[in-house]
Nanobody
Framework: QVQLVESGGGLVQAGGSLRLSCAASGRTSSSFAMGWFRQAPGKEREFVAAITWNFALTWHADSVKGRFTISRDNAKNTVYLQMNSLKPEDTAVYYC?????????????????WGQGTQVTVSS
């Protein structure tokens, strides 16, 4: 199994920045890619960004492109989500997840391990 622990959420004003971290442990060799998803109250879980451990291939949702950046530190088994120019509509619980593949990386069902989530609240 892979254990994932997110951190870095909080309350920030619109236009501000936050950096989320996701530390992976356990059977990390089974993880090919990591993704960030978010879920706002009353809405479905939404893909945000994904990255591969090897070669750092990345993919960002159109809604965050140019504002959010996913990165990873292989030595620390940690994935980051740098969020700039935050908007109130970015308010959600943010989850990191691990997938054994890159294909269908925007689909939550392709991820087999999930963290507990971290709350991000952006005030207007």
């Amino acid at each position: 199994q892979v254990q994932l622990v997110e951190s870095g959420g909080g309350l920030v004003q619109a236009g501000g920045s936050l950096r989320l971290s996701c530390a992976a442990s356990g059977r990390t060799s089974s993880s090919f890619a990591m993704g960030w998803f978010r879920q706002a109250p009353g809405k479905e879980r939404e893909f945000v960004a994904a990255i591969t451990w090897n070669f750092a291939l990345t993919w960002h949702a159109d809604s965050v492109k140019g504002r959010f950046t996913i990165s990873r530190d292989n030595a620390k088994n940690t994935v980051y989500l740098q969020m700039n120019s935050l908007k109130p509509e970015d308010t959600a619980v943010y989850y990191c997840a691990s997938s054994p593949r890159w294909v269908r990386r925007t689909v939550a069902a392709e991820y087999d391990y999930w963290g507990q989530g971290t709350q991000v609240t952006v005030s207007s």
